[in-house]
């Protein structure tokens, strides 16, 4: 029996927030809403100081609270070890939010809206609509069992993403996690390679939820991979998509505000 599994080489991950997005659009997201997270960590002090980005999800648990705890069976655990929702029975009451210890369950309360409450553009009604519902990753179900891969692992520009069959001794997760490297999160479907120096706890401290503080002084280095050593790439990557970010923030900021001063002035601005 298939058990899935996702497999994550830290120190290839550029920060670039590929995966998120790639998600949002797979699976016709709303407006606001984002079933996965890239969390920066950092750790020491110059110069034994070290930076990396860490991507997470639902973390697919072998024992899922999500589903022990849903009153009407949307919550349900596959044969492939994969947590998957019944959108049509999903009454959208959140206890299966407050019982993820990995944060990774998300309520769609305005899924029918776009942003400002507008309505849903052009774009945004593609695919499937959903509101007052739970939601989370699915591992992409429906493009896996066709065959494919999750979005976040295609449109990996840092190739750190590894997913396939964790039983399947020839699937390439499992020979990846035959070269000792990698580190399971708990009793789930989540593996981490660590880069060199990274605190053996911070994977848990930014996955979990209500986690204790960060150490200040790195502990024992992990093992390296095939991008730890030297400065760390993710640097760029992430000033890039902070740059970027600042600049879409800025101009949708400075569009209302022209919009706002014209109509309180009784004309219209010429924004488009």
């Known amino acids: 029996m298939a058990r899935m599994g996702m497999l994550v080489d830290i120190a290839r991950c550029a920060g670039c927030q590929g995966c998120v997005v790639a998600c949002q659009m797979q699976n016709n997201q709303s407006p606001g809403v984002t079933w996965g997270y890239v969390d920066r960590c950092e750790w020491g002090e110059y110069p034994q ?15 899922p609270a999500c589903v022990t705890v849903c009153p009407t069976g949307a919550s349900v655990k596959g044969e492939d070890g994969v947590t998957l929702v019944d959108y049509e029975i999903c009454i959208g009451c959140g206890q299966c939010v407050a019982a993820c210890p990995y944060g990774g369950r998300h309520l769609n309360l305005n899924g029918d809206k776009g942003y400002f409450d507008a ?9 499937i609509q959903r509101t007052n519902v739970a939601e989370k990753c699915l591992f992409c179900h429906d493009l896996v069992a066709e065959g494919g891969q999750p979005a976040c692992v295609l449109n990996c520009t840092g190739k750190a993403r590894t997913f396939g069959d964790v039983d399947d001794p020839s699937s390439a997760i499992a020979l990846k996690l035959a070269e000792g490297k990698a580190t399971r999160v708990g009793a789930t479907g989540f593996y981490y390679v660590q880069p060199a120096g990274m605190p053996a706890n911070m994977i848990d401290s930014k996955v979990l939820v209500g986690a204790p503080t960060l150490p200040t002084d790195p502990q ?7 991008q730890a050593g030297g400065i760390n790439p993710v640097v760029i990557g992430g000033a890039a998509v902070v ?4 600049a879409v923030g800025g101009g949708v900021a400075y569009s209302n505000k022209k919009k706002k001063a014209a109509a309180e002035a009784g004309g219209t601005s010429d924004e488009k």
Request: net charge negative.
């Open 49 to 63: 100081a070290g930076a990396a980005y860490l991507p997470h999800f639902c973390m697919q648990c072998d024992d």
């Open 119 to 127: 309505p849903l553009a052009p774009y945004q009604t593609e695919g």
């Open 220 to 226: 024992e280095p992990a093992a390296p991979t095939e």
């Open 243 to 246: 740059v970027a970010a600042a």
